[in-house]
């Protein structure tokens, strides 16, 4: 089948992610159930307009951008391989969606987070996880992907082997982390190369990280804390501390500086809010 094609060639030559290819792979199943008994290689763009309207009833401008960015995705690769002569999707416009400031939390939250000291089963895993999310300003993919060997102690740096788009990079960890991962090493008993494990014995994958990112944010009064909040506080905190935002782009493994450059909207109304509580004339409202 064209789609189970398509999405190995996504995996294999674009490095997607576990996320896009079950975001693209659910859009292209609900395509297909809607224009059956055709193949959706045989669609034409009334079909995805269709489809994109019945869609659009209970989803968000965001979902729906995405749905779009599947389809013509899809299709720029059906054109690409020779399985259709025009593309019915390229047409397609995704909304306007409105761009949301990073959800980040302040240092004084991300301190309570760090050094929260919980009985819970698993607290050492947890408070290494945390630590590292907050302390390297890695994803949470990547940090499901990471093993025991791709932490330097000597040198303090992790090496993040797969990375977006299967980038390799080298970011530092910060003492606390260090400590924390060295802990949480120390107290297994197993012989497994992966960094985090479920209560299984198996690496941890992405659900149970956010699940646990979660509930740490709980106990330590951050209520609906998710992992890339703490990406997202990794880079403001050392924004706002002087760091260089190209360092910064380098250390995320942003591939554009654009993408970086979110986080100094985070950073200049945080100076905003500073000027508006102590400037003279802010405080005229002149």
Request: a positive charge.
């Amino acid at each position: 089948m064209s789609v189970d094609r398509f999405l190995d060639a996504l995996r294999a030559e674009r490095g997607a992610s576990p996320h896009t290819l079950r975001a693209y792979g659910h859009t292209l199943e609900r395509l297909t159930n809607q224009v059956a008994p055709r193949p959706v290689e045989q669609v034409k763009r009334s079909d995805l307009r269709a489809f994109l309207f019945a869609v659009a009833r209970d989803a968000s401008s965001a979902t729906l951008a995405r749905h779009i960015a599947a389809l013509r995705t899809y299709y720029r690769w059906l054109l690409k391989t020779g399985r259709i002569t025009v593309s019915p999707a390229e047409a397609l416009e995704p909304p306007r969606v409105g761009r949301r400031l990073p959800r980040h939390v302040s240092v004084a939250e991300a301190d309570a987070l760090v050094t929260l000291d919980s009985a819970v089963p698993n607290a050492l895993r947890d408070k290494a996880l945390v630590e590292l999310l907050y302390g390297a300003g890695i994803r949470v993919a990547e940090a499901s992907g990471l093993d025991r060997r791709d932490v330097d102690f000597g040198t303090g740096l992790v090496d993040v082997r797969s990375g977006k788009g299967k980038k390799e990079r080298r970011v530092p960890l910060g003492e606390p982390g260090l400590n924390a991962i060295r802990a949480w090493l120390d107290s297994r008993t197993d012989a497994s190369e992966a960094m985090f494990l479920n209560a299984r014995g198996a690496r941890m994958s992405t659900r149970s990280m956010h699940r646990v990112v979660r509930d740490q944010g709980r106990l330590a009064g951050v209520d609906g804390l998710h992992p890339h909040a703490l990406r997202h506080s990794y880079a403001t905190h050392m924004l706002d501390a002087g760091a260089d935002l190209r360092g910064i782009q380098e250390l995320l493994g942003h591939e554009n500086l654009s993408t970086t450059q979110r986080y100094t909207h985070v950073s200049v109304e945080a100076l905003l809010d500073s000027y508006r509580r102590a400037h003279p004339h802010a405080k005229k409202g002149t």
